[in-house]
């Protein structure tokens, strides 16, 4: 007796936000004083409380919870009481096992409102009264859910707070308003990721500027309510993973993107992700952060591994030069690197190969050919046509328009009949769907379809349904159009009139006007090499005549024959260095150690 008495006296109190839509008498505080008046009337004096607020009761991983079985386990409890058996959970078959660890342990547990006290023996209905209580849980979880799913469709949030660099608008108009400064660290994130930096790369910088992580950030400023994340130890450390969700989110282009995710089961906490047929964007539903063409280009950047050099930096080329033979990506192949002594360096050799050959010539086969082009010419080249299709843009304006309808009239023409046959086919198949949703419904008047089958039925007929009708709006749009679209020059003229300077080749400017390069294999038959390279730009494809690497002025044939001297000693000299290599490196070899 005097060791029960040195043990504690525990009142346990939760309450979930489903419980709290029941009214003010499930209320924390409401618990806490029905407890205290049973505890000080039975003599269960001095307690605790232990409390879990806004936790549901299928979830077990609660921290008042937890810190209560560490004490049981720990033999520092004497008695638990809570209001009901449904305080310790909604799941039987747990709630249960946990009823007997607390007997083995010689824990006095009671229910006040059940009647229920394990020291006076178990009670055969107390079992019924845990399943019954799962039942709830589970019909509880169906309601919540299905109204979820109502908002879903409706093009509403379905989550409680915004995402970052958002915030709930408590006036009239979209559900979400911009957070200025959060958005701005936004686009700064998307602005480091054009400039060619990766994720890892980009959670550095901001956490040696001492920007606040998200989760802080949110908490910090109301946002969001106490999170798990928070921690002010950690208040800026930011992770690529942080980085790559953000970089990923559509809704920063005031796109609102619902059914994301999905519960297997009531049970669970965690979230499973829905692939991306099944998700319902509802376009222009919140105010955009990031313009959609940065966010496009940041998709396909992001698709591209880059390999860092030895200055730290990324070959900015990669994923975007082409073989025009075969298709296939080109090689960077680079050697020789030497630092400048100003944290730069540059590599003696630095030139882009068909990987198609480089792969099939390592296992002794013929496929496609070199294509060889040194980087330095080709970054020389897309700069050259950048500034002079800009020039020509921006000071020939009308002929530049006209120029470009002209081109696209006949891709034009094969659209508007690809559009009109997938309009067909679409309201076909809408009258399809029409159809079965009314056999379904009949189904479920006559009972031979249960509700659970009949919601999500329903549930894909209307989202398919919603999706092929977004389709048609936009299909339908495009077919009005008769006259050429200027909306791809204006942004090539935006573009262009972006950039007061174009001395030198960035990042940005390759990301932002360059959408691949083909590389044709060199023409020698004239004894020039002439290379053929197609460049095409965003918004407005291979607009230019193809660009030739060519030697610029014609030669008599005395300089002809100087030059081609000179070549010729050039690669002489070249095979003795490496055979020279080649010999040290077989000597050091055969040295014995």
Known sequence: MNENRLKANILYERLSRDDELQGPSNSIVNQSALLEEYAEKNGFVPYVHISDDGYSGTNFQRPGWERLIEQVESGNISTIIIKDLSRMGRDYLRVGLYREMFREKGVRLIAVNDGFDSAKGEDDFTPFK??????????????IKSVLHKKGRDGKPMCNTPIYGYRKNTGDGTPWIIDEEAAEVVRRVFRLAVNGKGVTQIAGILAKDKVERPSYYMVSHGIQADSKLFDPVLQYSWHGSTVARLLERREYIGDLVNFKTHKPSYKRNSYVRNPPEEHMVFQGAIPAIIDAETWELVQKLRQTPRRINKSGAANPLTGMVFCADCGAKMTNRRNGYKENGDGSGSYANDNYECSTNRIAGAQHIKKCSMHYINTNTLRKLILDAIREISAYALNNEDEFMKKLCAESAVKQAETVVAHKKRLAKNEKRIAELDLLFRKVYEDHAIGRLSDDRFERMSIDYEREEAEIKSCNTVLRAELEQRECNSMNTDRFMELARRYTAFDELTTPMLNEFI???????????????????DIWFNFIGNFELPNLEVTPEPMDDVAFANLMHKRKKHTEAARRYRAKQKEEQRVKQTEPA
């Open 130 to 143: 845990e399943i019954i209580a799962e039942w709830y849980a589970r019909d509880t979880s169906k309601k």
């Open 515 to 533: 959408q691949k390069v083909i590389i044709h294999e060199a023409d020698r038959s004239s004894g020039y090499r002439l290379q053929k390279v």
